[in-house]
Each structure stands twice: as structure tokens, then as C-alpha cells.
């Protein structure tokens, strides 16, 4: 190999090491834009209800065949592209939201709705994996950094969705959906442009030595017990949201009698905490070690979520925020924990736990809306309120060194 040819090289992995925060802010944005159209599922929901005289059941089903196609997909795509990667298919998955998109705005059954949300699922399903990766690849090792920077923008677009949703398709209806193509549209040109700086640093990225933990840090044998255990943690987590995220505007209409704007206007200052969260999760995370954020967390929350059923709405709106920013801090620290005990399967990880977010809530979601119906929502945040005490569980995660991985 020639001196020139070895001196490109070096200088392509030097570059590779550094964290392009170009590509990070640049997915981050894209899963910003990805996941105000997936948020406008919830956000529509009373719009929804009220034409199609659906039932709590009924919504649960809509979330169900939403967050359940992400869920059951998601590992799949993750373990293909662990394989073969497939740098395009971030814009084509977007396409398939930008179908499910348009369907949805001139769907005219309960049918119909499940089938454009599925798509939405879908388009979701091929984003998160191949997009993790990418951030992982941007991250130069700061992987608690990027995650963060990743997901920040995948909850500040869950933030803005239903305040959009607030101003924009409840006074217009149904059909005003369609005016969020544009957003699809803008995020197919993102996400080529990433496309592109994907296919171009895969090979050297490829190339590299995968660093690993030192194998007496974690046996190969506790590994797979230490995934169900993360699992279960993001199950604590992810059930919680849901009954936030589904049901919170019936909630605070239902108890406090507040308007349907306004209640949209109060979940989005729940979402913009969680964004905010999030933020800061990943990198504390990358200070301190991954199992204390973890702990702190969905332990941490606990005081808050069980007085939460029993607040006035001033005290409703305090607890929301308190709680949007301890819970929502975990969830990058769980990613890059599970990474760091798989670091050869950074897209089956990145699958498998936000599919299992998307499934979880999506189960959660149909089940809540159930014991709603049979019971009251009150009924319903009152049993959520004691999910957090799972956290207990986060005592048995080892303290794992940080590892310098590419």
C-alpha cells in the first residue's frame, strides 16, 4: 500500500473518530420531522372519536396497529441491516409515511384509520434502527451525546405534534392532515442528504476494530438476563408514557373540564419536558455511568407520578413537567448501556428497544383504554402512578466501564 493511500486513510479514520455534528443535528432533525407526523395519531384522537363514535377501546386499537407494526418490525429491519446495511432506506421509509400520511387525512372508516396508521408504523419501523446507527457512527465514542441529540429530536417532534395538531387540524378537521405532507416531504430531503454521508463513511467505518468490554467487566452468559432486565425497566417506562401520551388531554378534559385546546396545550408542555429530559440524559449519562442515570430515572419519578391522581390542575401541570423530565432521561442510557453490552449489533439493539417501546405503549395503550372504559380514566392514572417502583429493579445492572468504541 502506497504512503499516499495509507496517509488518506488514517486521515478518513481520524475523521471518522470525530463527532460530526453536522449528521447528528441533521438526524436529529429528521427524527424531529418524523415524529410530528407520527404524534398527530394521538393528537387527533378526540377529533377521531367524536366522528367515528369510537370508544377508549377502539383508540387503544389505533395505537395498537401504529406502535404494534414499529414494534414487530424494528428488530427485523435492525438485525438485516446489522447484515446489510442499507443506507436509502432511511428516505424510502419516510415515503411510507408520507402514504400513511395522506390516507389517513381522507380515511372514512375505522378500517381505513388502522390501515394508514400501520403505514406510519411502517415508515417508523426502517427509520429508528438505520438512524441510530448513524448516530452511533457520527458519535466519535460520545455515544451518550449523540443518542441524546438523536432522541431529543424524535420528543420535541412528539412535543410539537399536538400543539400543531391543536392549531392547524382540530379548527380544520380531518382532512387538514394533508398539510403535513410537506413535513414528510422535507424530511425525504434530509434524509437523503444523510443517505448520502452514510454510504460514503460506511466502508471506513466498517473497517474499523469494533472495541469491546473487557469480557471480566460483563460474562457472555449474564448478557442476555441483562437485556430482559433493561427490557423490563423500559416497560416501567414506556407503559407510563403511554397513558401520558394517549390519554392525558381525556384526562385533564374528563377531571378538570378543561377545553380541548387547552388540554393539547398542556401534553405538549409534558412532551417539551421530556424533550428536555432527554437532552440532558445521554451525556450525564456519559459522566457518571450509565446506571446511576438509569436508577435516578424511573425510580427517581416515583413521589411524583403517585401524587399526580390527586393534584388540582395548577399542581397537574407542575407534576406533568417534573415528571416529563426525570422519566424521559432514562431512555438514552438504556439504548447505549444495551449497545455497549452488544456493540456488534448496534442496529438489532437500537431495534429492539425502540420497537419495544413503540409495542409496549401500543399494548399498554389498547389495555389502558380498556380499563378505562370499565373503570374511569382517573381510575386509570391512579394504577399508573405505582409503575416507576420497577425501577427498583435497576440494583442488579453492573457498573459498566465506559468503552471507547467507534
Request: net charge positive; charged share 10%; with cysteine.
Amino acid at each position: 500500500m502506497s504512503a499516499v493511500n495509507e496517509t488518506n486513510i488514517a486521515h478518513a479514520q481520524r475523521a471518522a473518530t470525530q463527532t460530526v455534528l453536522a449528521v447528528l443535528v441533521a438526524i436529529s432533525v429528521s427524527h424531529c420531522l418524523n415524529d410530528i407526523i407520527q404524534s398527530l395519531i394521538p393528537a387527533i384522537y378526540p377529533i377521531l372519536k367524536d366522528s367515528y363514535a369510537l370508544d377508549y377501546g377502539q383508540i387503544g386499537l389505533i395505537t395498537l396497529a401504529f406502535q404494534g407494526t414499529a414494534s414487530l418490525l424494528q428488530p427485523v429491519v435492525g438485525l438485516y441491516t446489522d447484515k446489510y446495511p442499507k443506507p436509502y432506506s432511511l428516505p424510502i421509509g419516510m415515503c411510507s409515511t408520507l402514504i400513511g400520511l395522506v390516507t389517513l387525512s381522507y380515511s372514512s372508516s375505522f378500517a381505513s384509520i388502522l390501515l394508514s396508521v400501520s403505514l406510519i408504523g411502517l415508515g417508523s419501523a426502517i427509520f429508528h434502527p438505520e438512524a441510530s446507527r448513524v448516530a452511533r457512527m457520527a458519535s466519535g465514542g460520545r455515544h451518550g451525546l449523540a443518542q441524546s441529540l438523536f432522541q431529543v429530536g424524535g420528543y420535541g417532534g412528539t412535543a410539537l405534534g399536538p400543539l400543531l395538531a391543536a392549531y392547524i387540524v382540530l379548527p380544520h378537521g380531518q382532512h387538514s392532515i394533508i398539510w403535513f405532507s410537506a413535513v414528510a416531504l422535507t424530511a425525504i430531503g434530509l434524509l437523503s442528504w444523510i443517505s448520502t454521508w452514510y454510504a460514503r463513511h460506511r466502508a471506513v467505518h466498517a473497517a474499523k476494530k469494533v472495541a469491546r468490554l473487557a469480557t471480566h467487566i460483563v460474562p457472555k452468559h449474564h448478557i442476555p438476563w441483562l437485556l430482559v432486565l433493561l427490557g423490563v425497566l423500559v416497560f416501567s417506562k414506556a407503559l407510563y408514557m403511554a397513558s401520558m401520551s394517549s390519554y392525558y388531554t381525556f384526562y385533564l378534559i374528563h377531571r378538570f373540564g378543561v377545553p380541548t385546546q387547552h388540554a393539547q396545550v398542556m401534553l405538549f408542555i409534558f412532551l417539551a419536558a421530556v424533550a428536555t429530559g432527554t437532552l440532558f440524559g445521554g451525556p450525564f449519562g456519559d459522566r457518571v455511568g450509565r446506571k446511576f442515570v438509569i436508577w435516578f430515572s424511573i425510580l427517581g419519578v416515583l413521589p411524583f407520578t403517585l401524587a399526580l391522581p390527586y393534584a388540582n390542575l395548577f399542581w397537574t401541570g407542575v407534576l406533568s413537567v417534573l415528571i416529563g423530565l426525570i422519566l424521559s432521561s432514562a431512555f438514552s442510557a438504556i439504548v447505549v448501556y444495551a449497545q455497549e453490552l452488544v456493540p456488534t449489533k448496534v442496529g438489532l439493539i437500537a431495534g429492539l428497544f425502540f420497537g419495544l417501546t413503540f409495542g409496549l405503549g401500543g399494548i399498554g395503550a389498547a389495555i389502558l383504554g380498556d380499563l378505562a372504559d370499565r373503570t374511569s380514566i382517573e381510575y386509570v392514572y391512579q394504577v399508573c402512578s405505582f409503575l416507576p417502583a420497577i425501577g427498583l429493579l435497576a440494583m442488579f445492572l453492573p457498573n459498566l466501564k465506559q468503552a471507547r468504541v467507534s
